[in-house]
């Protein structure tokens, strides 16, 4: 006679050394203890018919338990034992709690919420290899957020105009010029051709402001060519790679990670949206946060709240905050605010995120109306009025300001809620700069 077993134990209270916690929401057409039962059953021991294989020694030790369940919220939460998983392999990790369970029927939406991971995995995997500190330490940037680029338009440039761009961003006070995702190896910009033009603009850059810079470039692609080419990077001095993690997936950004290339990992989060746009629904960015973390990223893009992605104040802040926190010796990673941003989000975005932070523009910059080495320095200006507490558009007026004013007129200032007006008498009483 077959044995009736559930996965529903709503007494238990479970070691956070011994296992590993999820937080989900689960919306479903069978009544939610039943669905919460399956989901555990499937991402476990079990399977959707009883089975002879099953014995109650297989059953006791390594099921999952459903240990807490709100009918109103519809928030459960999960318990899998530490010897389902393999401590150092986070695709393993994903296909059980993230796994078939998005796929079964009975289930209309399903979010992975949160992930809570015993110290066994942050002892068998590395974290970054510099992290914020080590970021600092590189630029000798102490104690202000970092400024960055993407190099735009997003494709097209040749590998010499490419670097030229880069050349002026520097010169203009970023301190990182990255690659934008889709960027890698096209015929009109070899990635060889256009490690060596942009670091030797770099170097010269650092020459001619006594500052070091960064150059996040993307190796995204199979492992060979990510070997090859931060390999490339580094023979030329070049310091930083950038990969897409989630198109490469989390084995191939733990395989770089691994080869110990002393390179900064600049995590770009392309297709994200994939799993966290749809409320309710797919994987927070949280979870995938934590698993880069784990995975070794120095650097992770995790949204602006203001600009042109998605992501409230709350979310937000809880992964910066998240990727700033001790845990489990791991070091910290530097949270990247970008997309859609310019000088006059500045302000506000130092006021939400603070001080460990890098602030990327890329229309923000090029778009400005004097170029790019102008948008960079406005970018400057505006976080030296910010970190200072200076009004950016009374900042603009200050003499010697007139790129910030510029900038202002074209963009605006993001106030508590809504832009003002972009303020256009700026142009006529402030000189502008010769850029060229």
């Known amino acids: 006679m077959d044995k009736k077993r559930t996965y529903l134990d709503l007494n238990f209270k479970p070691d956070p050394e011994k296992y590993v916690l999820t937080t989900l929401f689960l919306d479903s057409i069978s009544p939610l203890r039943d669905a919460a039962d399956a989901i555990a059953a499937e991402s476990s021991t079990g399977t ?68 809570e991971l015993p110290s066994a995995f942050l002892k068998a995997n590395p974290g970054p290899a510099r992290g914020i500190q080590g970021i600092r330490e590189y630029t000798g940037v102490g104690d202000r957020p970092l400024l960055g680029t993407i190099i735009k338009p997003k494709v097209g440039l040749p590998t010499k105009e490419h670097a030229r761009v880069a050349y002026e961003a520097w010169v ?40 070091k810079k960064i150059y996040a470039a993307n190796i ?35 395989h770089m ?16 949206g994939a799993f966290t746009h749809i409320a309710g629904h797919g994987i927070t960015m949280l979870v995938l946060a934590k698993l880069a973390r784990m995975a070794g990223v120095d650097s992770l893009h995790t949204g602006t709240v203001i600009g042109k992605m998605e992501g409230n104040k709350k979310d937000v802040t809880e992964i910066d905050d998240f990727l700033k926190s001790e845990w489990g010796g791991l070091k910290t990673t530097l949270p990247v605010a970008s997309g859609g941003l310019h000088p006059g989000h500045v302000a506000k975005l130092y006021k939400l995120l603070g001080k460990d932070v890098l602030i990327n523009m ?10 790019t080495r102008a948008g960079a320095i406005a970018a400057r200006q505006a976080l030296e009025a910010a970190i200072n507490g200076i009004p950016l558009e009374k900042y603009a007026k200050e003499k010697g300001h007139c790129e910030l ?25 402030l000189h502008k700069p010769d850029t060229k």
């Open 362 to 371: 890329g229309g923000g910059i090029h778009g400005h109306p004097d170029g």
């Open 257 to 272: 990670r691994m080869k110990n290339t002393g390179l900064i990992i600049h995590g770009h989060r392309a297709m994200h």
């Open 405 to 429: 004013a510029l900038a202002l007129d074209k963009w605006g200032v993001f106030g508590e809620e809504k832009y003002t007006k972009p303020i256009t008498y700026f142009s006529k009483y």
């Open 48 to 115: 959707w018919t009883n089975v002879g294989t099953m014995n109650d020694s297989i059953f006791d030790e390594l099921s999952a338990k459903v240990y807490e369940l709100n009918e109103l919220t519809k928030v459960i939460k999960i318990a899998y034992p530490l010897a389902l998983f393999e401590t150092d392999n986070i695709p393993q990790v994903l296909a059980d709690v993230g796994g078939n369970i998005f796929g079964m029927k009975e289930v209309r939406r399903l979010q992975l919420m949160d992930i």
């Open 220 to 254: 995204s692609g199979h492992i060979m060519d990510m070997e090859h080419r931060a390999e490339l990077i580094r023979q030329l001095g070049g310091e930083c790679m950038m990969i897409d993690i989630m198109t490469v997936g989390y084995a191939g950004l733990q």
């Open 172 to 211: 203009g006070g970023v301190d990182l010029v990255k690659d934008d995702e889709n960027l890698t190896d096209q015929p009109f910009n070899p990635f060889d051709e256009r490690i060596k033009h942009t670091l030797e603009a770099k170097v010269k850059a650092e020459q001619e402001t006594g500052e």
